[in-house]
């Protein structure tokens, strides 16, 4: 039998149906709710909204639980690789040893840029942020593909899957590049896209440049962890700008832009940065911590806490046992890292935070693992975007597939009522 929830306004009484999805996981449906009466729901940070029906990713924050369309994270991050995890994310299953070599070849033919694309980088200053960048040359790219993709016809859906793997990784690595004032580099068909991209980024024209197979490894698996977190700011913000009929590109741009922010995905360069820091100012870091649970001190701890993780973050576990290994293996022993363990420590048991359920989340142990790997920070949220684009593109392909309305939120006013003009002579 249907649920249905009751809702009384003023004495009068509404009835609203209930769905439940596949996890069992209930939503009151408010479609009808303005219409019946009059009245709307206010949720700031959508705290308590659902903004679609979706069958890509399944999250349980309360048990730690994350499921790309019904795979355990646990196992594709040990089991499969990125652009297998990609195409699933995108297409709904796993793909066969076929349909895997046909989407790598595939996505090759598309990894060259536009050779005009370097002009508008060079407009750029040096000192620009990389998510800035890859935010604009993003966007830069319908200029230079401006056919609009019909959505209903598979074929060309998929090119643009492809198109979009392809370019967003050079323009990734290239916006580092610029930086660091290097020749920009051409994606090489002949290898792997995880290699591609070390090469993207370090290869230069002077000398041979060896992948360490260990790195290669232990990027795949953080793009994985990366690949899609259902709903959060910059999946929301690219299916927002989608329900417009704008561009895949247009919307992965936004996207980008949503990430950068230190609350999202920005967090891992800002981890960074807050380590760092600490060490300068003595190494102390009981004494972050108490900076942190000063309700009259702005700071926060980086990479602690999560909207929907209200126990250990799933990635994070799985990220931190890899960051253990990796840095033994490469041999890195880096004094930050003894700052961040202690951090961990304490506040984990520190009542602050347990009472808050604030754990440490997935940037605060990425942000170690690329440091150690060798990426400059101001290159983390890029490697983040470079992790989530397989989400980005299939949450925009769903929205669209799925014929979802244009994104139109409505506000509860606060504003003046209406007031007389005052002639500039009487203000
Ligand atoms: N340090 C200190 N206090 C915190 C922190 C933190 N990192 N995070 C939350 N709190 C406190 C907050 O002050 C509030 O306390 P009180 O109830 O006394 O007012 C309580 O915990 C709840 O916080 P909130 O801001 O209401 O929680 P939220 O769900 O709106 O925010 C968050 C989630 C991720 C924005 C927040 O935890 C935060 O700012 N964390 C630091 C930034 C960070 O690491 N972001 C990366 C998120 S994971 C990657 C991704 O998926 O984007």
Not at 248 to 257: D, E, R, T
Not at 263 to 285: F, P, R, S, T, Y
Request: glycine share 8%; net charge negative; aromatic share 10%.
């Amino acid at each position: 039998m249907s649920k249905t929830a009751i809702l009384e306004i003023d004495g009068n009484k509404y009835e609203f149906p209930v769905i439940v999805g596949s996890e069992n996981e209930v939503a009151i449906d408010i479609e009808k709710l303005r219409a019946a009466t009059g009245a709307i729901t206010l949720d700031p940070g959508y705290k308590n909204s659902g903004s679609c029906k979706s069958d890509i990713t399944f999250l349980d924050g309360e048990q730690g639980i994350l499921r790309y369309r019904g795979y355990a994270i646990e196992d594709l991050a040990e089991k499969a690789n990125f652009l297998e995890v990609s195409y699933l994310v995108i297409f709904g299953e796993l793909p066969t040893a076929a349909q895997l070599e046909k989407f790598e070849n595939d996505i090759r033919k598309y990894t060259l840029v536009n050779e005009e694309m370097k002009n508008i980088i060079d407009g750029f200053p040096k000192t620009a942020h990389p998510m800035g960048v890859l935010s604009s040359l993003t966007s830069a790219l319908t200029a230079f593909n401006p056919k609009v993709v019909n959505v209903e016809n598979e074929e060309e859906m998929y090119t643009a899957v492809c198109k979009t793997m392809g370019k967003f990784l050079v323009l990734a690595t290239w916006t580092f590049r610029k930086t660091s004032g290097f020749p920009l580099n051409y994606y090489d068909n002949t290898k792997g896209y995880v290699e591609n991209f070390l090469r993207l980024m370090f290869e230069l024209p002077t000398g041979p440049y060896n992948v360490n197979p260990v790195i290669v490894d232990a990027l795949d698996k953080l793009f994985i962890l990366h690949a899609d977190h259902e709903q959060n700011c910059s999946t929301s913000t690219v299916r927002m700008v989608g329900s417009s009929h704008a561009g895949l590109f247009a919307s992965i741009s936004a996207g980008v832009s949503a990430l950068w922010g230190p609350l999202h995905g920005g967090a891992n360069q800002a981890v960074l940065e807050m380590l760092e820091e600490i060490q300068k100012d003595g190494g102390d870091a009981e004494k972050y911590l108490a900076k942190a649970k000063d309700k009259n001190d702005p700071f926060r701890l980086m990479g602690f806490g999560h909207r929907v993780y209200k126990n250990f973050d799933p990635r994070a576990k799985i990220i931190k046992k890899a960051a253990d290994e990796v840095l033994a293996t490469l041999g890195v022993n880096d004094p930050i890292l003894n700052i961040a363990k202690q951090l961990e420590e304490s506040a984990l048991q520190d009542e602050y935070f347990k009472s808050r359920n604030l754990y440490p989340n997935v940037d605060f142990y990425s942000g170690i693992i690329y440091r150690a790997l060798g990426i400059p920070t101001d290159m983390f949220t890029v490697l983040f975007a470079i992790g989530r684009l397989p989400g980005w593109i299939a949450q925009w392909k769903e929205m669209r597939v799925n014929k979802e309305p244009i994104g139109r939120p409505r506000q509860v006013y606060t504003g003046y009522a209406l007031r007389s003009f005052k002639p500039m002579n009487e203000r």
